[in-house]
């Protein structure tokens, strides 16, 4: 009974360390990634401004290639967010037109780039003249990400560690107190009184038949005589 209840308490506490472990591992991937849209709406906010600029321009007769203020707005809001690598406008046709980096100007952009965030400018017509792109650099993301997790596993380590030890005292009491039950009901004298005074009714009945059956044996061997 004792390996029985030991190996129980072990299955247990494993149990329980690995409930832990997958609650910390689901609430890292939750806030990692709360994290990144975090950080993502931020430049979304930004994109969002920088295209309603193109568009008001627009709206006053002025085409996308001749807003050359945009140039020193995209710069400013570039030194704003060390994370970005760019801000770039792109027209309609996929030509970078103006850029916070200068060596990107007149390159063609991808249709679909990865960590970017993008916000369509449109004209009075609803006709898309552009397109404003923050390239952010996904290394400072993750870099935050992994730091979001190293904090939550510090504090993971103690609980998961505490879970064990929890469940196996709580797990050893109970074994200690379900073993000083077996004994106090294997030992008549803990019994309630009215298991003894039962237990006592059984015992005289049994003499009583036992004390029958031996008189009538020993008639039968008298007669026999």
């Known amino acids: 009974m004792t390996r029985t209840a030991l190996w129980l308490i072990g299955v247990f506490a494993l149990i329980a360390a690995a409930c832990v472990a ?21 430049f979304a906010v930004t994109a969002e401004r920088l295209a309603g ?7 006053l007769g002025i085409a996308l290639p001749a807003q050359a203020t945009l140039a020193g707005v995209l710069e ?5 967010e060390p994370s970005l690598r760019s801000i770039d ?18 390159a063609s952009f991808e249709r679909a780039p990865a960590s970017t965030v993008r916000r ?3 004209n009075d017509l609803d006709a ?4 404003v792109v923050m390239r952010y650099d ?9 730091a979001l997790r190293a904090d939550l596993w510090q504090v993971t380590w103690p609980a998961l560690i505490g879970a064990c030890c929890a469940t196996i005292v709580v797990g050893l009491l109970l074994a200690m107190s379900l073993r000083r039950a077996a004994r106090r009901a294997a030992d008549p004298a803990h019994w309630p009184v009215a298991a003894r005074s039962a237990l006592a009714e059984a015992d005289a009945a049994h003499a009583f038949l036992d004390d029958g059956t031996t008189d009538g044996g020993g008639t039968a061997r008298k007669d026999g005589r």
């Open 138 to 146: 996904p290394q400072v993301l993750d870099a935050g990400g992994a």
């Open 22 to 42: 997958f609650g910390a591992y689901f609430s890292s991937v939750t806030l990692v990634n709360a994290y990144r849209s975090a950080v993502e709406s931020r």
């Open 128 to 131: 898309p003249i552009g397109q």
């Open 76 to 80: 400013r809001e570039a030194r704003i």
């Open 89 to 106: 406008l792109v027209d309609e046709r996929g030509v970078v037109v103006f850029s916070s980096d200068a060596g990107r100007i007149g």
């Open 120 to 122: 369509t400018a449109r």
């Open 53 to 59: 600029v193109v568009e008001r321009a627009a709206s």
